[in-house]
């Protein structure tokens, strides 16, 4: 099975497999949105400290210190993605470490605004995804948010076919087929559970079933949670 350090690697180098973009989400500024209708500037603001598990090269922690002054802490297991991340981040409040998230996170306790986990924890095991949780539960301060993005395994053909056809060896995971790489899709009853204990879920959104023509279903669904810290 391909080490997730070597396919990210050779994927910010060649993008092989995926389109790896230089702007920030939609998703999180779609979140931001949100968070300024209805607490204003109270969390977005130049105090608070955001930290990206998986940051790439360093797209949505530009997006927010160039919009919000923020400071922030980026790790990704690349070492070519912490490169280009830096090269782009010049001039920002903005430090960056080749780190794996299943290691413990070497932050303050209660230190931090913001945790971005979009689209990275998938690649970790369940016993990993739950020490992340207790870390990320632990660096937030009271009242903090966690963005979280994934996969969502609820109607989806591909998800479903991928469980079947190529199971891992844990419950709703699989190894990737063409990525050679373990993933875990989430339901939207597992993401409630996971998080009951510690985060109040303000926002569930899905995306919409990607239908092309013939019946077939296109890319595989996503959702983006809104979960702020007791």
């Known amino acids: 099975m391909t080490t997730h350090k070597d396919f990210w690697n050779r994927e910010y180098k060649t993008s092989e497999h995926l389109a790896l973009s230089s702007a920030s989400s939609e998703d999180l500024e779609k979140f931001t949105r ?20 998986g940051c790439g ?11 919000y002054g923020m400071k922030g802490t980026g790790y990704d297991i690349s070492d070519e993605a912490i490169k280009q991340a830096r090269q782009a981040s010049e001039g920002l409040p903005i430090a960056y470490e080749v780190r794996s998230i299943a290691e413990p996170l070497p932050l303050p306790e209660g230190s931090q605004t913001f945790v971005l986990d979009m689209m990275t924890s998938h690649f970790l095991r369940k ?32 998800t479903r076919r991928l469980l079947r056809e190529h199971p891992a060896d844990e419950p709703g995971a699989y190894i990737h087929p063409k990525l050679g790489v373990y993933e875990y899709a989430w339901t939207e009853d597992a993401v409630h559970e996971f998080f009951a204990e510690d985060f109040e879920m ?15 279903e296109g890319k595989r669904r996503t959702f983006s949670a809104y979960l702020q810290k007791f």
């Open 127 to 158: 016993a990993e995804r739950e020490a992340l949780r207790w870390e990320i539960v632990r660096i937030l301060r009271p009242g903090g948010w966690l963005f979280f993005k994934s996969f969502l395994a609820d109607e989806d053909i591909h």
């Open 34 to 53: 949100w968070l300024e209708r209805g607490y204003k500037r109270e969390f977005l603001n130049a105090y608070a400290r955001v930290l990206d598990l």
């Open 57 to 67: 090269n360093g797209r949505n922690l530009i997006y927010l210190a160039q919009a």
């Open 202 to 216: 303000h926002k569930f959104h899905k995306s919409h079933r990607h239908i092309l023509k013939g019946g077939k």
